[in-house]
């Protein structure tokens, strides 16, 4: 050793940690020993076969040492010297398993390795009986579709077998035997399969014994809501079964599913039970006997072992057993015997009452107080209750008679059944049933007398101390049940704490979960499947008694099975051959305690061949070694026939060796790994843990032994008092688990690399912060309502009778202290621990260098731990501080103040602080809590909520130097402090508290560091709510949101108690901005909706309201009234008036220009109002066709007017009502002929006249009848007029009074700011900016700017801008375009398309255009007015080639268009396009009759082919193609081609219909004339000079072969709208043209 120790200090890191030390197995004092030759690499791992072992050192590397005989050349030799598996190398293996002759690796990306023995396949191999080298197996699923490979994490080997834990948590196993787990009979298996039976279920760890596997599973969740089945599902037994005993009744839920499987394995058979037949099916049956018992007994015969027997597994879930229901009952004869025993022997009966009695009460603080807290205890126990309730409601007789009937078969059975073996494995053959019968009469008069149970192969019960299965005992017969009991169990369901944790699912993803199942399934000669029997079993099945131990590890032997629980107890069951198993000698088929030293904590259990080593805290947490099993048999004073139990014994003490972190059993020998404890290193860690477990061990004994008897006490005071109870417990269990959750983590922890940063206290620091704050949270809260002291009287006699108790949890000694006093100790002990982690870590800490990270974070981590514990630690002291100012406080308002949330801070009872002005004899008392400032008088007190009161000092020079301003929303009121003290600690209390409260995090201490200087103001804009009661026009409203000094100020919601809401934006206490605003209308059972913009409390500006009836307005609001431009929509269209006004409004009332379509009447008014009634000129249209402009009086048509019909009859007078003429005035018929005189009576139903007739000669011009409907539009209101609101919204926006005055750059700030504010709100909601929306924002916000000279270049730039500003209807010129589009469309659409309304709508184009530009003047003043010509640079007068003669010249006789500023070359672009579809079908609808005769006409002469065409319109035959050019290649022109002369021309002239503006259809014109040319060119080869004469037919050719439907319409529209200026120039000549062309062909004859 010495010389180790020298080498080891030369490098001094590495040789420190996985010491490898071996001693022989079975030595009772061993002396160990390193491997000789081994090189010093720490190991990480080690694994012992039955010969052989395996060591995995850091760098992933493995090596092997022992008897190899699979290796050759190395058959027979013993290696002692680790030799390195070569075949390994360059895989970076992360754990390996070993099996008695077979070896196993798993690498860092989850393959797996195996080699060694393959005698029965448990290589993975098939064929060969040794696998020499290290050999990859795959693992594939073969369910998916492309074979992924399986990862694993986890190997074991058995002796015959491997199992294999994947990635996800499956099971994969090959090898031979039942222990596999799988469904097939033929072995080997050679390629990996899944365990099927485990599906689903997420398994933690496996472990293989010699012929049996474990597996430890996670409990799936609670399913409460469950019905839980009444039987079993294999053995369709009852789970819940009741047994008379003399004078009580047990009802047990403990149900054992014995569905074992018979193997034809020569050597089990003789343990088969003798009383099973095999049927020729292969079905094992009970005898005659059991037979023959009738169904509602079947429960109690076969399955009722001392009642506690019949455990379902997992509570009859499903997945249990398995699944095929004949398989044999077992009856024991163990069963019977004890039966007959209680039957015959009093004084066994008396001890057994007595045991049973004792665990009655144990079990009541152990287990979930089943009637007591019908909580979610476990699935089981609301069937429990039911059954209770319903046996304490049965009939006495018959419950009497079934009974006796019981007692009676019990012994029928015991006489009846052939008894079978009962010996231990190790006995051989099977005595008589007599030998039997004596010796058991004599073992269980042996056990009364020591007062033992008697612990068979099939004994079912456990230890007193653990009672595990839950159990009523109801004295004598249920009539005289407990009337406590059946109340506890009927009483309301609040008091169902579930102290089964509550389980936080983040904490079991991170750290080792404690809700686990053991799994066990192989062969079970030896009872190590702990099941209760000694069956094989083929697939896995549920130890149910180890169900809720939290078992963390397992380990699996020879023939014997351990569990090692998170309270550091070893669960052992098997063979018991050489006391492996710590407990009586005799073996046990069901998981018993092991004894391995009282007071000690496991922390480590390994299973052996024939022996059990433990691992044990020491005193200085020194692990200590213990051994039990084998070893003993070296002494010769024991033998193992007599019945006193082994204690393990100490193998070594390992001060000298340095600290174990993990032992290995194998058949010859035994490994320790060794850290020796550098720096204090190692030994911290093991001190952390050490105290992790006896801690949890602390909150277990401190939850099943004070918590669960508090809660199950009767009248605990209120219920408020008894939530918050409820609630602390709960938090408690909460932070035991975790605890327990910890303290495996630490233990696994210290078996691996033991890296500082893996740490979980480190790593999920967070975890363990929040639960001892929640914890404390709750605790403090129960303190504040003076919780203990309700406690202390209902818990009195419990608290006296187990004082003894409560001083030893809570570390108190003296007596004197008050039982409520250790209470409260006891329940802020889990804080201390905090401290224990901070110091522990600082210990850790100091290991380290101080600039290396680990040093950063667990030094980080300290300070977080003993920061919390001083923030704890001030909340209780917070917490005491309330409780004794609650005592003195008078008790009236106690009442309505006390809230478990609610800390004092302080108060001014010493008169520090009084309100000023206040009256000689008022009293003013102030109460600062944590969430409220409290003004107490006399009888009465307000609260004033910390999130909405500031407070400022009060400036010097009013004169109160001690004052202090407190403003609330509705108060505002200054105190006076006696001292500046006072008010310096006053202001500095209220701002924390206000600062505290705002911030929501009181709870939480400061981790960052340095946070406890807080800073002292809190803000003055915040978030928060409150509901008024005092303000009259927002009394009982709620507001939630933010504020600012006092005010709501910024965005929130506001609600009244009558429905009202309005959520949106505030500005010093109104609302302001963008908001939304609902009213509830009671009648109509729907409410008013308002989404707009808001002015100082009142809706102001552009907005909609939709009305509960169903009317929409869209417009402008001013005062909470429609006030401005608006649209107004009545009714949809299948309601019973449907209409439609859109137009000015003025103080709610409709006033100015507007047009109203009465969609039911079918008409459409559109003229000025007032006052909502039409009033002054206007024009109705009606579908009918009918036309009437003139005066309006109270919305009738009344005064001068004019009306025409749709077959041109024309009425010009008086009018009297509405369509009723009335007065003078003169009737003129199509044709001519006209009357004069006086007319009375309705138009269309009868007209009385008395006046003169006139035929007009042919001859008599002046009075023609054009002479009317030339003056059509002259009593209708001027298109000036019209929409002016609508501009003058234009103009307010720019920041003007009235249109043209104002600040330029004003307008163009708020032009950028509506752009802005526009942005930012729909910034919200991004689906309604597209992204080229979102680009012409960006662009829009660069102002076009002119310096010198106007020029051509700035006049398009402006062109570009107005284009972008018009596509987006943030911009308010888009918005004017927008509106005037939507109104120009409700004008003259449906009713309103009426040919006679051509001349209005061209007019109102126009004066658009003159309004518009006037806007755009003002924002650029240096574009010249309209018609001004701008002066084009020289470069731009390139020669150009002139139409008419052909040359180039460059006299301008025309300006160029576009070099002419006007409005209609500017705006046209813009506004055209989206007003063009209404317009041309006015032109359409007016121009009908000229259009059909003109198409009539093109359809006759298209008919006609090229050449005819030619020479029937007159072109000179020079001017006809000869040939033409047809797809590219030549074609002569023939008499019978059609449409191929002038091709090109024609398709140009086809494109005037798809342009909008006359200046493009212009441009059209000019481009199909030199087409023509062009095309003419190509024939002369010559220049040429077109005459008019020429040019005409050939023009006419093209216009008649392009086809154009409406050309009359275009024609009109160009000549209504094109630039006067362009009249006299080329393009004018050219129009004048095609206008010829089309007069021409209606006038055209076919001659």
Same mark, same amino acid.
């Given at each position: ?1096 409390? /009142?809706?102001? =500006?552009? *907005? &909609? ?6 009317? #929409?307005? %869209? @417009?402008? !609001?001013? +005062? $909470? ?74 919305? /009738?048509?009344? =005064?001068? *007017? &004019? ?6 009859? #024309?009425? %010009? @007078?008086? !009018?009297? +009502? $509405? ?429």
């Amino acid at each position: 050793m010495d010389s180790k120790e020298k080498s080891s200090s030369e490098q001094e890191g590495t040789r420190e940690r996985g010491l490898v030390y071996t001693w022989q197995a079975g030595c009772c004092c061993p002396t160990p020993e390193s491997l000789p030759g081994w090189s010093g690499k720490t190991v990480l791992q080690a694994a012992l076969g039955a010969n052989h072992g395996v060591l995995l050192s850091e760098g992933g590397e493995v090596y092997s040492f022992g008897k190899l005989p699979w290796k050759v050349g190395l058959e027979d030799t013993c290696i002692n010297c680790p030799i390195l598996e070569k075949a390994l190398s360059g895989q970076r293996v992360v754990t390996v398993a070993v099996g008695s002759f077979h070896n196993g690796a798993v690498t860092e990306n989850g393959a797996v390795y195996m080699w060694g023995g393959n005698s029965a396949g448990q290589c993975a191999v098939a064929g060969q009986a040794a696998v020499p080298e290290p050999n990859p197996v795959s693992i594939s699923d073969s369910e998916t579709s492309p074979l992924l490979p399986i990862k694993i994490l986890q190997l074991a080997c058995g002796e015959e077998h491997t199992l294999a834990l994947s990635l996800s948590r499956e099971l994969w196993a090959w090898g031979s035997g039942c222990q596999l787990g799988l469904i097939t009979t033929t072995f080997p298996v050679t390629k990996p399969q899944k365990v099927e039976h485990l599906a689903g279920r997420v398994v933690l760890q496996i472990a293989c014994g010699a012929h049996h596997s474990l597996a430890l599973v996670q409990c799936l969740p609670n399913q409460d809501m469950k019905p839980i089945p009444e039987r079993c599902n294999h053995c369709s037994q009852l789970l819940i079964t009741m047994t008379d005993k003399e004078d009580h009744v047990i009802i047990s839920d403990n149900h054992c599913c014995p569905l074992g499987v018979l193997l034809t394995d020569p050597q089990t058979e003789d343990h088969v039970s003798s009383s099973l037949l095999e049927t020729p099916d292969g079905k094992s049956v009970m005898e005659e006997d059991c037979q023959k018992a009738p169904a509602e007994e079947h429960a109690l015969v076969g399955a009722d072992y001392d009642a506690a027997s019949v455990c379902s597994n997992s509570n009859g879930q499903e997945d249990s057993g398995i699944s095929s229901p004949g398989h044999p009952l077992v009856m024991d004869q163990m069963v019977s015997k004890q039966h007959t025993a209680a039957l015959s022997d009093p004084l066994f009966n008396e001890s057994r009452e007595k045991q049973d009695s004792a665990e009655h009460e144990q079990q009541s603080q152990e287990e979930d107080l089943v009637a007591c807290l019908p909580g979610p205890a476990g699935p089981g126990t609301s069937a429990l209750n039911s059954l209770v309730v319903s046996c304490a409601s049965a009939v006495g007789v018959r419950v009497a008679a079934t009974y006796e009937a019981l007692s009676l078969k019990k012994v029928i059975n015991f006489y009846g059944t052939t008894p079978g073996d009962a010996a231990s494995p190790s006995s051989s053959g099977s005595p008589g049933p007599e030998g039997l019968k004596e010796s058991r009469e004599e073992q269980v008069k042996l056990e009364s007398m020591q007062g033992k149970k008697s612990s068979s192969l099939v004994d079912i019960r456990e230890e007193e101390s653990e009672g595990v299965c839950r159990r009523l005992s109801l004295p004598g017969l249920l009539s005289q049940v407990s009337p406590r009991l059946l109340r506890k169990v009927g009483r309301a369901k609040m008091r169902a704490v579930a102290l089964t944790p509550t389980y936080s699912g983040e904490a079991d993803a991170l750290l080792p979960s404690l809700r686990t199942e053991v799994w066990s399934w192989g062969k079970g000669k030896a009872g190590q499947l702990g099941h209760g029997d000694v069956l094989p079993r083929l697939q896995p099945l549920c130890v149910k008694s180890l169900d809720g131990k939290e078992v963390i590890q397992l380990s699996a032997g020879g023939h014997h099975s351990m569990a090692l629980t998170a309270k550091s107890q070893v669960y052992s069951w098997g063979s018991n051959a050489f006391g492996q198993l710590c407990h009586l000698n005799s073996p046990t088929t069901v998981p018993r305690l092991a004894k391995v030293n009282s007071g000690k904590n496991v922390w480590h259990a390994v299973a052996g061949p024939d022996y059990s080593l433990f691992l044990v805290d020491g005193e200085d947490f020194q692990p200590l070694l213990y051994c039990s099993g084998q070893g003993e048999r070296e002494e010769g004073d024991l033998s193992l026939e007599n019945g006193s139990s082994k204690s393990p014994t100490l193998l070594l003490s390992c001060s000298k060796l340095g600290y174990i972190s993990s032992v290995a059993a194998g058949g010859t020998d035994c490994l320790a790994l060794v850290d020796k404890n550098i720096m204090g290193y190692i030994a911290s860690l093991h001190e952390l843990a050490s105290t992790e477990r006896q801690f949890y061990a602390k909150l277990s004994a401190i939850k099943s032994q004070v918590l669960r008897p508090l809660l199950g006490l009767d009248n605990l005071g209120t219920v408020s008092a008894i939530q918050l109870l409820q609630e602390t417990a709960s938090m408690f269990s909460k932070l035991c688990y975790l605890t327990g959750q910890h303290g495996a983590s630490v233990t696994s922890f210290l078996q691996g690399p033991k890296e500082a940063k893996n740490l979980a206290i480190v790593k999920h620091a967070s975890l363990f912060l929040e639960s001892y704050t929640e914890y404390c949270t709750s605790l403090t809260n129960f303190l504040v309502m003076g919780g203990f002291a309700l406690l202390s009287k209902p818990a009195m006699d419990f608290l006296s009778k187990n004082q003894a108790l409560l001083q030893d949890l809570s570390e108190t000694s003296e007596e004197a202290h008050p039982l409520v006093e250790v209470l409260n100790t006891l329940f802020f002990l889990p804080v201390r621990r905090l401290q224990n982690y901070a110091k522990v870590l600082l210990k850790l800490a100091t290991c380290f260098e101080v600039t290396s990270p680990e040093y950063q974070s667990l030094q980080d981590s300290s300070s977080c731990y003993e920061s919390l514990a001083v923030h704890l630690g001030r909340k209780r002291k917070e917490a005491e501080y309330t409780l004794s100012f609650w005592k003195t406080f008078p008790g009236k308002m106690t009442d309505s103040l006390r809230k478990p949330e609610r800390r004092l801070i302080c108060e001014s009872s010493n008169r520090g602080l009084s309100l000023q002005h206040a009256g000689r004899f008022s009293v003013n008392w102030f109460i600062l809590f944590n969430d409220a400032l409290v003004h107490a008088q006399f009888s009465t007190h307000h609260i004033f909520s910390l999130s909405t009161l500031w407070v400022e000092p009060v400036s010097e020079e009013s004169g109160n130097i001690n004052g202090l301003k407190i403003t609330t929303p509705e108060e505002q009121f200054i105190l006076v402090s006696s001292t500046p003290q006072e008010k310096t600690k006053w202001l500095r209390a209220i701002s924390q508290a206000v600062d505290q409260a705002l911030k929501g995090t009181a709870d939480l201490p400061p981790y960052v560091s340095g946070g406890n200087l807080q800073r002292q103001e809190p803000p003055i804009s915040r978030s928060a709510k409150y509901t008024f009661y005092k303000d009259p026009r927002l009394k009982d409203a709620t507001y939630d949101g933010r504020w600012l000094s006092g005010k709501p100020h910024g965005r929130g919601v506001l609600k009244w108690p009558d429905g009202r809401m309005y959520s949106g934006m505030f500005r010093n206490g109104l609302e302001d901005g963008y908001g939304e605003y609902k009213v509830p209308n009671k009648m109509l059972n729907k409410s008013d909706h308002y989404v707009g913009y808001w002015k100082e409390g /009142k809706m102001c =500006g552009q *907005g &909609v309201y939709s009305y509960a009836t169903g009317e #929409v307005y %869209e @417009g402008s !609001f001013q +005062d $909470n009234m429609r006030h401005g431009h608006g649209l107004l929509r009545s009714g949809k269209l299948t309601s019973s008036s449907p209409s439609m006004f859109i137009g000015q409004w003025v103080m709610d009332k409709k006033t100015g220009y507007g047009v109203f379509d009465d969609i039911t009447r079918g008409e459409k008014y559109m003229g000025i109002w007032q006052d909502d009634l039409c009033q002054g000129h206007g024009v109705v249209v009606t579908q009918f066709g009918l036309y009437y402009e003139g005066a309006f009086n109270s919305n /009738k048509m009344m =005064g001068t *007017g &004019v009306l025409l019909s749709e077959d041109d009859t #024309v009425y %010009e @007078g008086e !009018f009297s +009502d $509405n369509w009723t003429l009335n007065g003078k005035g003169t009737l003129a018929l199509p044709n001519g002929d006209y009357i004069e005189g006086t007319f009375s009576g309705e138009w269309g139903s009868g007209i009385k006249i008395t006046g003169t007739y006139f035929k007009p000669s042919l001859y008599d011009h002046d009075k023609d009848r054009p002479k009317t409907l030339r003056k059509l539009g002259v009593l209708a209101v001027p298109a000036d007029e019209k929409w002016k609101a609508v501009f003058e919204e234009c103009w307010h926006q720019l920041g003007c009074e009235c249109p043209g005055q104002g600040d330029r750059w004003k307008a163009w700030d708020n032009i950028a700011v509506a752009l802005t504010t526009n942005r930012r709100q729909h910034k919200d909601s991004p689906e309604l900016l597209s992204r080229s929306h979102a680009q012409t924002l960006e662009s829009l916000e660069f102002i076009p700017q002119h310096v010198g000279a106007f020029t051509l270049e700035k006049y398009e730039n402006i062109k570009k801008y107005l284009i972008k500003a018009c596509d987006t209807p943030l911009h308010p010129l888009g918005k004017l375009v927008e509106t005037l589009v939507a109104v120009y469309r409700m004008t003259y659409v449906g009713v309103g398309a009426n040919r006679r309304l051509l001349q209005e709508a061209v007019r109102e184009i126009k004066s658009y255009l003159k309004r518009i530009f006037q806007l755009i003047r003002f924002l650029f003043p240096d574009l010249p007015e309209e018609g001004s010509t701008i002066p084009p640079l020289v470069t731009e007068t390139k020669g150009r080639r002139s139409f008419c003669s052909g040359k180039s010249d460059s006299r301008p006789e025309s300006p160029e268009p576009g070099y002419v500023v006007t409005s209609s070359g500017l705006l046209l672009p813009v506004l055209l396009p989206r007003l063009y579809p209404p317009l041309f079908m006015l032109y359409a609808l007016d121009n009908e009759r000229e259009e059909d005769v003109y198409w009539e006409c093109v359809l006759r002469l298209n008919k006609q082919p090229d050449v005819a065409l030619l020479s029937f319109l007159g072109v000179q035959t020079k001017f006809w193609p000869t040939t033409v050019s047809v797809l590219g290649e030549s074609k002569k022109v023939l008499p019978n081609t059609k449409d191929a002369c002038f091709a090109s021309a024609v398709e140009c002239l086809q494109q005037i219909s798809t342009t909008f503006t006359p200046a493009d259809k212009l441009k059209v014109i000019q481009q199909t004339f030199e087409e023509i040319s062009q095309s003419v060119l190509e024939t002369l080869h010559e220049d040429f000079l077109w005459s008019m004469d020429d040019l005409f037919p050939v023009f006419l050719y093209v216009v008649l072969r392009a086809r154009i439907r409406n050309l009359g319409s275009e024609v009109h529209l160009i000549e209504d709208l094109m630039d006067p200026y362009l009249q006299h120039g080329e393009q004018g000549i050219m129009f004048t043209t095609l206008k010829a062309c089309y007069y021409q062909i209606q006038h055209e004859k076919l001659t």
